[in-house]
């Protein structure tokens, strides 16, 4: 009975959230509905507070003015979180967004939900079958409408969210939609086409950083004329601009063989001391991205493996493909054998046996550099006994927040999903729903004061939940060095990183 009035008065609630103009074609970009914005709201102070530490916009003088007509194409990394970091970068501006249609069955109400605040079907041949292609006519329809009307609309090219630091093959289907609002507009206006790159400190868990970064918006009216004439080749100019840009905005690995290696590089203090040596701050996100993309460039530079062409198949979009054997979201390479040195590189053989260690041990590179004293220890112990009783009270909301996803998470075939089942859980369910549950059984038994202070207190909860977790974590550490000190194990694993500092050391001086 309960889910029946809940759906209702979603329904009910974000048909008014729709607010769109059916009497005049141009929309009043200032009359965004009051749910619509209290919504979002919402949704910007979990994600921006919550879900992650430090959330960057950048290059925002580069969008548009409200009024012309913007298709946003963006690199898609992240699941959900990618098009929420999008929309947040946005204040007095409702957009919409092209997303897979496969959520949008999930009820009656979800896809009333999803319509409302702006999010359109994308129909896959691989996930709703070649039958359900013919239903994305109508999401262009609409798409092009909005543009021709002076709207946003954000789209992934890719056609899916990738699952590393890469950047998929992109449909032409995007520039085809630009180019047909054009076209409404009896190629009288221009439609701008603007370059998006979402980047993450991690992809995985909560309290990561995240960034958004836009780069020079592309105007269609200099293509008009050859699209009339050749509409493919028109097309295919506009969408290597759009490319280049959101190769050079976006970190992004070519040597996928060694993915993790790199990865690991990176993120470690050979990373960090690199970050620094160049006079950037490696905690702040857009310095690190900018320092991590020179030495990854620098090292698939000098091991040879930069000349590695690779492509990454998404069937999903049924785009153009010839070979039916090849796997959905497999790497392929296509490269001159003659151009690529033979045999693992040495640095890589010595990240290896760094990152092996380590794991080993049960430890990370914090424990390594400044493992804890007994003091140390002995107050971690103590603050966390001291806690507890807070730590227990966090449990609701957290043990559905995030304890639950978590677990669920790895039986997950995709984890890149993991910030998507987490935002959306908390956003639609944790926070509302646990809310309601906890005031109507706290308020008659301790009253309304405690019972809507703890209400509003469930983000912070979370937060404290999570770190106190961790901190329970480094503890479980600081022991685990310690056991392999006394074993002799970290005078192997300090020789290990030295032999891998001094490996990469020759790779990056003879880049210089």
């Not at 909005?146 to 890469?166: M, R």
């Not at 959101?246 to 993790?260: A, G, Q, T």
């Not at 497999?330 to 693992?344: F, M």
Request: hydrophobic share 40%.
């Amino acid at each position: 009975m309960l889910s029946r009035f809940c759906q209702a008065g979603c329904v009910e609630l974000f048909e008014k959230m729709e607010g769109r103009n059916t009497v005049n074609k141009k929309r009043d970009f200032k009359a965004i509905p009051l749910a619509y914005r209290c919504f979002k709201a919402y949704l910007r102070f979990l994600f921006e507070h919550v879900m992650y530490k430090d959330v960057r916009y950048l290059h925002m003088e580069n969008v548009p003015e409200n009024g012309i007509p913007t298709l946003i194409a963006s690199n898609h990394q992240n699941g959900l979180c990618d098009a929420l970091a999008i929309l947040m970068s946005f204040k007095e501006r409702k957009v919409r967004f092209i997303v897979r249609a496969d959520v949008f069955s999930l009820s009656p109400a979800a896809n009333k939900f999803l319509r409302s605040i702006g999010l359109l079907p994308a129909f896959r041949m691989n996930h709703e079958g070649e039958n359900a292609l013919k239903n994305n006519a109508s999401t262009f329809e609409d798409s092009e409408k909005d543009l021709a009307d002076g709207n946003s609309v954000v789209i992934f090219p890719e056609g899916g969210h990738q699952t590393g630091h890469w950047l998929g093959n992109f449909s032409f289907g995007y520039t085809k939609m630009a180019f047909d609002s054009a076209e409404m507009l009896n190629f009288e206006s221009d439609v701008m086409i603007l370059p998006s790159c979402n980047h993450y400190s991690d992809y995985f868990g909560i309290r990561q950083k995240c960034l958004v970064e836009y780069g020079a918006p592309i105007s269609l009216k200099p293509y008009y004329e050859l699209y009339k004439e050749k509409p493919r080749t028109a097309q295919r100019q506009v969408n290597k601009l759009v490319c280049e840009q959101i190769k050079n905005m976006m970190f992004r690995v070519r040597d996928l063989e060694y993915y993790d290696e790199l990865e690991f590089i990176r993120n470690s203090s050979y990373g960090e001391e690199y970050a620094r040596g160049k006079g950037f701050d490696p905690d702040y996100l857009p310095d690190k991205m900018t320092s991590d993309k020179e030495l990854v460039a620098r090292l698939e530079e000098k091991t040879g493996r930069d000349k590695i062409k690779y492509f990454i198949l998404s069937k999903s979009t049924g785009w153009d493909i010839e070979n039916e054997n090849l796997e959905e979201g497999k790497c392929y390479s296509i490269v001159n054998p003659d151009e690529v040195p033979e045999g693992r590189p040495v640095a890589y053989e010595k990240v290896k046996a760094y990152r092996n260690g380590l794991e080993f041990a049960g430890i990370d590179e914090a424990e390594l550099d400044s493992p804890g004293t007994a003091a140390e220890i002995f107050g971690k112990i103590l603050g966390l006994i001291l806690l507890l009783p807070l730590a227990i009270v966090a449990l609701w909301p957290s043990i559905v927040s995030w304890f639950f996803p978590m677990r669920f998470e790895k039986k997950m075939e995709d984890r890149m999903f993991q910030g998507t089942l987490l935002m959306a859980l908390n956003a639609l369910f944790v926070f509302p729903i646990l809310g309601m549950i906890t005031l109507a059984v706290v308020w008659p038994l301790w009253g309304f004061i405690p019972a809507i202070c703890w209400v509003l207190l469930f983000p912070a909860l979370c937060v404290f939940e999570w770190n106190y977790v961790k901190w329970l974590g480094s503890l479980r550490k600081d022991f685990a060095f310690r056991k392999a000190l006394r074993s002799g194990k970290i005078e192997d694993i300090k020789k290990a990183r030295s032999e891998m500092n001094e490996e990469l050391d020759k790779l990056l001086k003879y880049a210089e």
